[in-house]
DNA sequence: CGCTCCCAATATGAAAACCATAGGGATCAA
DNA sequence: TTGATCCCTATGGTTTTCATATTGGGAGCG
C-alpha cells in the first residue's frame, strides 16, 4: 500500500487546530468529495462507484479503504456466496451532507450556464416544497436536513448518469 | 506554467451536469480551501498565505492565478511605489463561504479530541449570542451569513498561528 | 470438467503533480 | 553600497496519479 497516500497531510495538517485544515487533509482531493456524492446518492458498489465517479480502480481502492480507516464509511456485504460488499456511509460520513449541500449551492449559482436546470431537485418532506438551495428551506425556513429531503434528478443529468453506465458496460 | 494544474479536471468533470463535481474540479486539492480560508480571515499577503496555509510558493502562485482566473479572488494593489499586491474575494469567492462554514462544522464535530475548545468563536451581531455551528445560529435561529458574524480566535489557535509566523520569519 | 461471465480489486510503467531549495527582481532603509 | 523585505520563478528530485492490463474467487452452463 502506497503510504503517503493514506496519511492525512503530511506536514501538519492533522495537528492543526483549524477544523477546517483537518478536514481538507482527509477530504481535499480530487475523488473523495465526488465518491461521497455517489455514497449519498446510494451507490456503494465498486463498479458504480468507479464509473459515476470517474476514477481508476485503484484509486478507488485506496479511497475507499481510506474512508474506511476514518469512519467515514463501512464495507457491507450484500451478497454472502459470491462474497461481495457494498460501501455504506456511517454517522461520520452521513454528518458530511451539509458541506455537499453548500457544495452544491455554490455549484449551482457559480458554475452554471443559465442554460442549464438544477441537476438535482429535492422535495423537503415537511413542508412538501422545493426548498431552493439551502442550508435552509425556502418555503418553511426550516434547516435542509438530509433525512427531510427526497431527491429527483433532472433529467439531463439522469441521462447523463445513464449514457455513463451504459459505455462504462457495454451490453 | 504547468497546464495541468491549471486546467479544471482534465476528463470531464468541468462537463458533467454535477454541480458538486464542477465545485470540486475547482477546489478539490489538497491547499485551495486552506488559501480560501487565508483569505476570509483577512490574510491576503504572499507571505502570509504561504505561512498560514503551509503551501510552496510554487504551489501559492499557481493557485492564486488559478482562483483569479475563475473568478473567485482579485488582485489589488496595497502598495503603490514598491508595487506590492494582495488578494481579495470577489463576490464569487465570497459566496463560498457557507462551505467553509460546513467544512468547519464537520471538522469540529469529528475531527476534534474532546479536549479541544473550538478553534473560531463567532458572535452572531444580530442576537448577539454564539451561534454555534450552524447552518443556523443557534440562539435565534437565523442563517448564519458572514457579514453578521464576528470571529475570535481560541487562544491555541491564535498561539499557534503567532508561532507558525514567527518561525516562517525568524526576528 | 472446461469454459465464460461477473465483480472487486491489484500490478506495472509512464505521466503528471508536488516538494525543497535556491535564486531573481524590484524597492527601500542605512 | 550593503542589506533587508516582499513576491514570485527556476531547477531537480520525489511522490501521486493515470492508463492499461491482469488476477482471483465464485457462479452458471454445457
Redesign the pocket.
Known amino acids: 500500500?502506497?503510504?503517503?497516500?493514506m496519511?492525512a497531510g503530511?506536514?501538519g495538517a492533522d495537528q492543526t487546530l483549524c477544523p477546517v485544515a483537518r478536514a481538507q487533509a482527509l477530504v481535499g482531493?480530487?475523488?473523495t468529495v465526488v465518491i461521497l456524492r455517489e455514497l449519498f446518492m446510494g451507490n456503494?458498489?465498486?463498479?458504480?462507484?468507479?464509473c459515476q465517479a470517474?476514477?481508476?480502480?485503484?484509486?478507488?481502492?485506496?479511497r475507499?479503504?481510506k474512508l474506511e480507516t476514518l469512519g467515514l464509511l463501512e464495507?457491507r456485504a450484500?451478497s454472502?456466496?459470491?462474497?461481495?460488499?457494498?460501501?455504506v456511509l456511517t454517522p461520520m460520513g452521513l454528518a458530511f451532507h451539509p458541506v455537499l449541500l453548500a457544495l452544491r449551492a455554490w455549484g449551482e449559482t457559480w458554475l452554471k450556464s443559465g442554460e442549464e436546470k438544477v441537476a438535482v431537485r429535492y422535495v423537503h418532506n415537511p413542508c412538501g416544497a422545493d426548498p431552493g438551495l439551502g442550508p435552509t428551506c425556502q418555503n418553511c425556513g426550516e434547516v435542509m436536513r438530509r433525512d427531510d429531503l427526497t431527491s429527483t434528478l433532472d433529467e439531463a443529468y439522469a441521462a447523463e448518469r445513464d449514457k455513463r453506465w451504459a459505455d462504462f458496460?457495454p451490453r
Open positions: 500500500m502506497d503510504s503517503c497516500t496519511e503530511a506536514s482531493d480530487r475523488f456503494g458498489r465498486f463498479e458504480q462507484l468507479q470517474d476514477v481508476t480502480p485503484q484509486m478507488l481502492a485506496t475507499l479503504k464495507r450484500y454472502t456466496r459470491p462474497l461481495r460488499h457494498e460501501y458496460k
